[in-house]
């Protein structure tokens, strides 16, 4: 057996992700040494539907403010503040937010925040190193990961390896609950026709609830096109994501009429999405999962990036506390948990509930979105309290 390259680092962060990436810029002159190993290179895709909340400039400012200035100079994406609500009764209507996301391909989003992580001093990616263990030995406060080759040692190990990772898998084991996954599925198409100016739609068809059919713009005329639903209703509805996906371009008759000329780019690809409407283990001895890993996805809209990059900066600072206080415990980590589900748990609860009522009841979102389409004072509440 040939002999393994043994490395020696402070933190170990394992997937370079939003969720990696950010984890590592948090610890950007930390003084600490910081691994991240990540199985892919880059540039690389993750299938997703490449919307990317409005708040990850703060996100990034709160870090460094050069970070937010990088952001404003990364040109691959295209502006959305409006987002459009159709209803299976083809009825629709649009709310304005105050600030602006933005949708940008994946392979373009992801190496924007890999270069920016992989230029600090302290900061040393490892491409093409797919994790296959970690051990946690608390009482000598030592974690070892261990790619095909190499051991990386160090004295915390940072899960951002996604949602089937293996960090979680090998340390915590959080089981799969249907009610709390999504399955969905996207494909990149041009040409598609009445993409209106800086919005993104949403669009509730017949037979896939709860979950939802989106076109997302991209630059160059391109659209990320696909649909998502949970999958406990996939399962119990014996539901096939990529038949509804071509039936929708095809048959659904006000967005047949959109894609008549539009053409495919690559693949229709699929991925799983776990959802942040249950709490899971995310941190204990030497040890924190961010983002996917951590089940952190938004139940109702599927958003994950932003939380993945909001959990990787809390991991991050956590980090360098337990370094500056000497302290790996799990007590200590739980500092972290509570910063991410201060953040996120009462609006991933209260989207569930909205998730759970609307999925159970058509009529009810038709109903609503009639009513927000004719009456202003209801859409201005409604955006009031999305806003
Ligand atoms: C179809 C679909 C549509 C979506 N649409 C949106 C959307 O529009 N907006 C939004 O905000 N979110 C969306 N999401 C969710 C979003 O994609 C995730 O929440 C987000 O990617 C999470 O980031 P992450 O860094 O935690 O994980 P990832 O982005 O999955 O990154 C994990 C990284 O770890 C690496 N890795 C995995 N295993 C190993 C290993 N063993 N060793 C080393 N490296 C490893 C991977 O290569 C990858 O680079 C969507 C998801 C899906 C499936």
Redo the contacts with the bound molecule.
């Keep these: 057996m040939s002999e393994r390259n043994e490395k020696l680092f402070d933190v170990i962060i ?8 950010t984890c590592a810029l948090a610890l950007a002159d930390s003084g600490l040494k910081v691994a991240v ?4 290179k880059f540039p ?1 895709d ?8 409005a708040y990850v400039h703060k996100v990034l400012n709160t870090i460094n403010p050069k970070f937010k200035d990088a952001l404003s100079e990364f040109k691959e994406k295209v502006m959305v503040d409006t987002c459009r609500i159709v209803a299976p009764n083809a009825n629709a209507f649009d709310i304005t937010f105050s600030q602006s996301g933005f ?1 940008s391909t ?1 392979v373009s989003w ?1 190496n924007f925040l890999y270069e920016l992580a992989s230029v600090q001093n302290n900061i040393t990616y490892f491409l093409n ?4 263990e970690v051990i946690i030995d608390s009482t000598k406060c030592e974690t070892i990961v261990q ?1 095909e080759h190499t051991s990386f040692k160090g004295k915390i190990v940072i899960g ?7 960090i979680n898998k090998k340390i915590v084991g959080t089981k799969p609950d249907l009610n709390h996954y ?1 399955g ?3 494909a990149y198409y041009k040409n598609v026709t009445g993409i209106p100016d800086r919005t993104f739609e949403l669009h509730f068809i017949k037979g896939l609830s709860p979950g939802y059919f ?1 076109i ?1 713009p991209l630059k160059d005329n391109l659209a ?1 096109v ?1 649909l ?1 639903a949970l999958s406990a209703s996939i399962s119990k509805q014996k539901l096939n994501l990529r038949k509804i996906f071509e039936d929708a371009i095809h048959n659904v008759s006000y967005l047949k009429e959109r894609f008549k000329d539009a053409e495919q780019i690559g693949q229709l ?5 776990p959802l942040g409407s249950r709490k899971v283990v995310m941190s204990g001895d030497n040890f924190m999962l ?4 951590a089940s ?3 139940p109702l ?8 990059m909001v ?2 900066r809390y991991a991050g600072w956590q980090a360098k506390k337990c370094f500056d206080q000497n302290n790996f415990t799990g007590t200590f980590m739980k500092q972290y948990d509570k910063l991410v589900y201060d953040k996120f748990w009462a609006r991933h609860r209260k989207n569930y509930l909205i998730q759970q009522m609307i999925g159970k009841r058509e009529w009810l979102l038709n109903g609503v979105v009639n009513l927000t389409s004719r009456n202003r004072f209801i859409k201005d509440l409604l955006m009031r309290a999305l806003n």
């Design positions: 394992c997937g370079g992700g939003p969720a990696g990436s190993i990540e199985k892919q690389r993750k299938v997703c539907g490449d919307a990317i909340a949708i994946r992801d190193h797919a994790v296959t790619t951002c390896d996604g949602a089937h990772s293996i999504s969905a599925v996207r989106w997302f990320n696909g998502g690809e699929g991925f799983g999405l961010c983002g996917d890993a952190l996805i938004d809209s599927g958003e994950g990036i932003g939380q993945a959990s990787g």
